[in-house]
């Protein structure tokens, strides 16, 4: 199945057969288990295995007569991935397949997703992809010493670091994919991209790189995009037209600090964190800076620097809370021009996995005027009970949220609620299950009075999150009424 209408294959696999050759006692070479990893991660976020199709030479490694089939493969691909290492660059195989795709899809490189196996210098990239930001498998651990390469032999489940940016590059494939898909025509995935919220997330100095990229997949997380996508120049005019036109699409700033003041040319004395962060204030964006709690302001010698890490608005937290503070402030809903007087409140129960599909849901209830409350998951057992039995007891609706929590989980919710709900005195207003992503999951086969199914198992937008809750809201108005 091909998830991008009117192609053949959605992504094809670019890579040096020599980055592939198995270390002695190793069975699979490294690119292998990386696109076997990426392929299930990608199918658990599409909800099906065959919700896409992807296209890798193995058996065609070596047959230079099947050249004419792999061409024919990459001029009918939505996204091509590089793998981009020394021996990408040194392949005039790889130089063919980087052309052919380019020159096929007309758009520059911005279907095209760099993984950087290694350490290449940017003078020697492809001129092409000089700008692409690339998914680092790589950590430079000592300075002067050869980069760890992570999953390198085979990778560990305990290599936290090879999972998160496969986590990161997963995030930003099924991005890309909707995009294509709804730009092809097709909008059954429920993606409406040009809706969701965006944020600039300043360039970092090297040592943050892992820092932010943990921020980027947060954010992306929650539908929420991030700017700058590609490598800016490194020219302070034209690094500031670009980041001028970039900052003019998002709400807000986003800069990670350390004790490095990082690169200050000649002509921009300051240097670059201090020009992002006054673009972003003469144009009026919210700024949020962060630095780590345990930073030593005492060792920065730079005192420009040490103004900047130790300004106002810095955050001098935990960057697990800046995150949530972030994102907060870009998942407030917009303001109602005529705020509703319903007075209710809505208990939405989940599971912790079903944290990000709840907050969508909570975030559309307060649209309305609704106010909402999520279950208390620390504390002992018997507090975690009488919280449970008091939402149950006091709430004038409740939903259950099933997305990625097992179907047992659920059904122990509706029972346990249908037991909790006869000792009300009043009535319960709306009870509803809200079915969220994956899409393939165990039927509940449990059937209670007067529950609705609200079924979002394709994908969510905000149109669609809006029509399915309605007759929910309605049931809330109408006893109000």
Known sequence: MVFVPGFQHDIFISYAHVDDLPLPGVEKGWVTNLIDTLKTKLSMQLGRSDAYSLWMDNELAHSVKLTPQIMDALNHTAIMIAILSPGYLASE??????????????????????????????????SEFKDLIGFRFWLRDREGKPPKILGEPKPSPDELDYYRVVDEVVAELQKALGDLKQEHGNHSDGIARNQEPTVFLAEVTDDLEQERASLKSYLNQFAINTLPNTWYCQDPTNFRQCAERDLAQCVAFVQL????????????????????????????KKVFQWRSPSLDLSSIKDDEHKSLVNGAKVHAEGIEEFKRAVKDFVMKP????????????VFVNMESSDRPLAEKVCCELERHGIGYGLPINSGNPS????????????????????????????????????????????????????EGPPEQKCPIDLKL??????????GINDTLLEKELSVFIDSLEKEDA
């Open 93 to 126: 195989w790889c130089k063919r397949e980087k052309n052919t795709f380019l020159q096929f899809i007309k758009e520059g490189s911005s279907r095209v997703f760099l993984i950087e196996r290694n350490i290449i210098d940017p003078q020697d990239r492809p």
């Open 257 to 284: 600090l350390s004790g490095s003041a990082g690169r200050k040319p000649p002509d921009l004395p300051k240097g670059y964190l201090h020009l992002q962060l006054e673009l972003a204030e003469t144009m009026g």
């Open 334 to 345: 917009p303001p109602v021009e005529q705020p509703p007087h319903l007075d209710a409140l």
């Open 383 to 434: 507090e975690i009970r009488e919280d449970l039995e008091a939402n149950l007891l006091e709430s004038n609706g409740i939903i259950i949220i099933y997305g990625c929590s097992t179907v047992a989980w659920v059904r122990r919710q509706m029972l346990e609620c249908r037991k909790i709900l006869s000792k009300r005195e009043k009535p319960l207003q709306a009870f509803a299950i809200f």
């Open 449 to 458: 009075p007067n529950v609705q199914m609200l079924n979002l198992k394709q």
